[in-house]
């Protein structure tokens, strides 16, 4: 069956795509070189973290007091926050359901007081695919609810999120503020504080205490997230946790439901491609995680549900919390946007603030992030000074880079004239040993005399793919940024309304066939076979152009221009000294033929 274009995926959102990328253009160079090799001899995860094997015990012993709640963006430890530890309780349970919504500039959250929990939590600056404000809360309700809690109890854990609790104010709320949600009955008592100023981040402080002892509890966000309104943004999910210095990123076929990570760590949460919900433990060193993962049935098209057609995806989720039991920490929910992440690491400890978990290191770049970050960095640049569309913001970029690699392709066109001149003598040591088989010991002499004559004329047989090995990284980090770059998603260029989408118009496929075929038909390319220069220049554009389609638009973007640049260089290089050379060379060996 053949898949309707809208099936296809986003960069990084189809497993494994990355490396199939990289596979596709080591093959193409495999054979480029292969191919150079026969005319003239005729002959870049990280393993997923272990989860722990055993799970923490229930309980942990009571404090003689709780440890303080913290202030937004504040880490305090004389404010107290929940109970303290005490087998005095007195019933508090709510009398109705009711709804409490807590806005700022950047959301709007709907809390729930049975369970305590989020309903809703739209991020007012993004929309999804259709076009709608952002919900990043989803209709799995039986798998919970964002800032439920999560014990391995599982029947206590059915009870803290579907009992009515006692809220402290109800209604609209605009930040900075604080709610809080309140229980008990003669066997547990419950706390949960939640703080909001006019960032991404709120401080949560969960507290649950049976029989004068803290139980090990956990807040969770525990299935799906994100812009889940087509079906391949399910498989860009991952878990993410930073321990000490060390980033692991776990996909979601790596992710096993109800196994506990401990720490320390300094955030952990799930991500998907664009954003994420990262827990930040006021206390890393006794920090737990909990991964969570479901699955549930859609259908095939979501845009045309068809009940006789459904699939089955997988959704994640992750609880953190404190094995002492009481549970301090902020919570990050937005766009891995890099300005966004940087600014929300910053606490407030006594004496000032200071700098917290850098949370930067959740956007992955990739395999070339050493050379994705900076091209971001530069891309941004040239965005927001004077451009002010990311389309023509990667036009600009690309002829920048193959301006830069303009040296390397002149460098590719000498060793390429070496490598005619001295063909025939390559040939002529060739038929001296094509007499002998290929095991024959004597074959190794052809090779020793072959190296000989390339050391002698200065020759290096792989020069003339030089510059395709240079750009090949470049490629990559274009495709891993495009992948990760929020600024990009939804972003426009004349028809192309998503730079990180592929061109459903296949006008930037078509368009790299061209420019690939032109490039060909400009290079010289003496000493080729006929039938194998027929192949290169006709069916490598075509194998390109098909791969191309279901890339990002950007991508594509940046290939074509560098396509268009690389013309031009071409031809201008062929009105030299050098390029009339070449030219005369590869004419005078195609009439040998």
């Known amino acids: 069956m053949v898949k309707s274009l809208s099936e296809f995926q986003n960069p990084q959102q189809e497993s494994g795509v990355e490396k199939r990328l990289i596979l596709v253009f080591a093959l193409t160079f495999i054979v480029i070189i292969f191919s150079q090799q026969y005319l003239f001899k005729k002959a870049a995860p990280q393993e997923a973290p272990k989860q722990a094997q055993q799970q923490v015990a229930q309980q942990a012993s009571a404090p003689a007091a709780a440890p303080a709640a913290t202030a937004p963006a504040t880490i305090s430890a004389s404010k107290p926050g929940v109970p303290r530890a005490s087998t005095a309780t007195s019933a508090k349970v709510g009398s109705a359901e009711s709804e409490t919504v807590v806005e700022n500039d950047l959301y709007r959250i709907t809390f729930t007081n049975r369970g305590g929990q989020v309903k809703s939590w739209i991020l007012k600056k993004y929309t999804n695919d259709k076009g709608t404000p952002l919900e990043l809360v989803h209709a799995y ?347 990009l998603r939804h972003a426009n260029w004349l028809w192309v309304k998503d730079l990180a989408s592929p061109d459903h118009l296949l006008l930037l496929s078509l368009g790299i066939v061209v420019t690939t075929l032109a490039v060909q038909k400009l290079t010289p390319t003496a000493g080729m076979d006929p039938a194998q220069q027929k192949m290169m220049t006709f069916m490598m554009p075509v194998f390109l152009g098909v791969m191309s389609y279901s890339l990002a638009s950007g991508l594509s973007l940046y290939w074509i221009v560098g396509n268009f640049v690389a013309i031009i260089q071409q031809y201008v290089m062929n009105q030299t000294e050098l390029g009339r050379e070449m030219r005369a060379t590869a004419a005078k060996q195609l009439r040998k033929k």
């Not at 009992?163 to 900075?176: C, D, F, H, K, R």
């Not at 891309?379 to 004077?386: D, P, T």
């Not at 090995?469 to 274009?478: G, R, V, Y």
């Open 141 to 487: 309700a039986n798998f919970g609810l964002p800032l439920s809690i999560w014990t391995y109890d599982e029947g206590l854990r059915t009870k803290l999120n579907s009992v009515l609790y006692v809220p402290s104010v109800t209604g609209n709320v605009n930040a900075p503020s604080e709610i809080s949600f309140d229980y008990s009955d003669e066997d547990i008592t419950v706390r949960k504080v939640f703080r909001f100023d006019h960032s991404y981040v709120i401080s949560t402080d969960v507290g649950v205490v049976r029989a004068g002892n803290y139980i090990t509890t956990f807040t969770a966000w525990p299935a799906g997230f994100g812009d889940q309104t087509v079906n391949a943004s399910y498989a860009s999910a991952k878990i993410q946790y930073q321990t000490s210095e060390k980033i692991n990123r776990v996909a979601v076929k790596k992710v096993s439901g109800g196994g506990t990570i401990t720490g320390p760590f300094f955030w952990a949460g799930t991500v998907d491609q664009y954003f994420a919900a990262m827990f930040l433990p006021d206390d890393p060193q006794n920090a737990a995680m909990i991964t969570l993962r479901n699955t549930v049935k859609l259908p095939k098209d979501l845009n045309k549900p068809n009940p006789a057609e459904t699939i089955e995806e997988p959704v994640l989720g992750a609880a953190v919390g404190s094995l002492k039991g009481h549970t301090t920490q902020r919570l990050f929910v937005g766009p891995m946007d890099i300005d966004v992440l940087s600014g929300a690491n910053s606490v407030t400890i006594a004496g000032g603030p200071q700098d917290g978990p850098d949370l930067r290191g959740a956007v992955d770049f990739g395999m070339f992030s050493f050379i994705a970050r900076p091209l971001f960095l530069a891309l941004k640049y040239i965005y927001k000074h004077g451009i002010g569309n990311w389309g023509w913001a990667i036009v600009v970029l690309t002829i920048l880079i193959n301006l830069a690699l303009l040296p390397l392709r002149v460098l590719s066109m000498r060793s390429a004239l070496k490598m005619q001149r001295i063909a025939p003598q390559i040939k002529s040591v060739q038929e001296k040993y094509k007499k002998y088989e290929l095991r024959d010991p004597r074959r190794a002499e052809m090779q020793t005399e072959v190296s000989a004559l390339y050391k002698q004329h200065n020759v290096n047989p792989a020069g003339g793919c030089l510059p395709m090995i240079i750009q090949m990284p470049f490629l990559f980090a274009f495709y891993a940024m495009l992948g990760v770059a929020i600024e």
